[in-house]
Nanobody, 120 residues
């Protein structure tokens, strides 16, 4: 599975950005896709996750401002970010989880990362 992220950039506080991630290759067993971010000097954190069963998870810091969606979770996932704050700045990574078996953890794939900078 290969993941290609796009849509990062520079935006002023209060602005919006839309990130997209396209999955290719053998995506048949993808069961979840999501976004993580890593700010300078900080650990990578999960921002939002969408499971094939419809469960959605958001980091507390982005609830009410970010929306994750997908028309086909095995192919694309989008992160609509609104009311952006300087603390949202970081490199955003697309993530996909591939089902292995009921007794094994999912295999994770990562995109190349896209920079989001919120600054005036």
């Amino acid at each position: 599975v290969q993941l290609q992220a796009s849509g990062g950039g520079l935006v002023q506080p209060g602005g919006s950005l839309r990130l997209s991630c396209a999955a290719s290759g053998n995506t048949a067993r993808i069961v979840a896709m999501g976004w993580y971010r890593q700010a300078p000097g900080k650990q990578r954190e999960q921002v939002a996750r969408l499971h094939i069963a419809g469960r959605i998870t958001y980091a507390d810091s982005v609830k009410g401002r970010f929306t994750i969606s997908s028309d086909d979770i095995k192919n694309t996932v989008t992160l609509q970010m609104s009311s952006l704050k300087p603390e949202d700045t970081g490199v955003y990574f697309c993530n996909a989880e591939e089902f292995q078996s009921p007794i094994e953890p999912s295999l994770e794939y990562w995109g190349q990362g896209t920079q989001v900078t919120v600054s005036s």
